[in-house]
């Protein structure tokens, strides 16, 4: 924040000054000796108070005396970071990002790599955010999209270690596979900057017809995201894994997309379907532009 004395400079102004140097030039608090219109927000001060304004309307009023100076200064400086998206942000951003990137880390290091070293997330992560494209979403909307396909099995991570040491607990998860949807939202839960991914992390197992879990939601009651992560995670599972619900084996990338289609309605949202099935078949055809 930077402090601009706009009046005769007195203690109080001095000791905001002094404040400011320590702080990011990334907002602006105009001090004067009176309200001045089209600057905002406004540190009026006078002779027996101190006022803050804010778009030309009073937000609080101090008594100016030299005892109160600090608890003037954290109350202001409190609003104008909460106003100034840039510097109320910042910690946040940078928490959030140290927190999700460990867990995105943790998630790639439980997942087997494929022949070009990603992991399931990551390929799916890349499907969503090639939708994301034909979509057209907004940067914003991207990273989000992105953030919550790499944390979408992030429930896994528990529950497989619980498998390696526990064979009761492998046989009740093969007979209950919901778990990690589940799990992966109490864990998401449990940390604040994260609970904008927990929607998109405990639907994305859930189908269109209401026939999925673990909350049996259908149609548009499923998060927008769990709908576009539910299809691209079940194209990667068909085309690069060997289960029994697939057959034999890994199936290629014109067989899973036929798969796909025919899931249109039942698992899947079919405008979402047609959005992928356009995005897959231009890559297929060799006209897909790496961004």
Not at 100 to 108: C, F, K, P, Y
Not at 131 to 143: P, R, V
Request: hydrophobic share 40%; with cysteine.
């Amino acid at each position: 924040m930077v402090c601009r004395i706009l009046k005769e400079k007195d203690a109080l102004s001095e000791c905001f000054e002094r404040l400011c140097l320590a702080e990011e030039p990334t907002s602006t608090l105009f001090i004067t000796d009176s309200l001045k219109e089209g600057l905002s927000p406004q540190l009026v001060v006078k002779k027996e108070s101190v006022e803050l304004y804010d778009a030309g309307k009073l937000v609080a009023r101090f008594v100016n005396e030299p005892g109160s100076y600090d608890s003037i200064w954290v109350f202001v400086k409190s609003y104008v970071d909460r106003e100034d998206s840039k510097v109320s942000l910042t910690s946040y951003r940078l928490a959030r990002r140290m927190i999700s990137g460990i867990l995105q880390a943790m998630v790639v290091l439980m997942e087997t790599e494929d022949k070009e070293g990603f992991s399931h997330s990551q390929r799916v992560a890349r499907l969503c955010l090639e939708m994301a494209e034909e979509l057209g979403l907004d940067e914003k909307q991207k990273t989000l999209l992105k953030e919550c396909a790499m944390l979408h099995d992030v429930g896994k991570i528990g529950i497989e270690q619980l498998m390696m040491y526990t064979p009761t607990r492998i046989r009740i998860f093969e007979n209950m596979p919901q778990d990690h949807t589940v799990m992966g939202a109490v864990y998401l839960t449990s940390i604040e900057y994260l609970w904008d991914v927990v929607p998109a992390v405990r639907s994305h197992h859930e189908r269109w017809d209401g026939k999925g879990y673990p909350d049996g939601l259908k149609g548009e009651e499923i998060p927008f995201f769990a709908r576009i992560i539910a299809i691209c995670d079940y194209f990667d599972e068909l085309t690069h894994f060997v289960t029994s619900e697939w057959g034999t084996g890994p199936k290629t990338e014109v067989e899973a997309l036929e798969m796909v289609k025919n899931q249109s309605g039942r698992m899947f949202d079919p405008e979402l379907v047609k959005v992928f099935v356009k995005v897959m078949e231009k890559k297929l055809s060799g006209g897909r532009v790496e961004k």
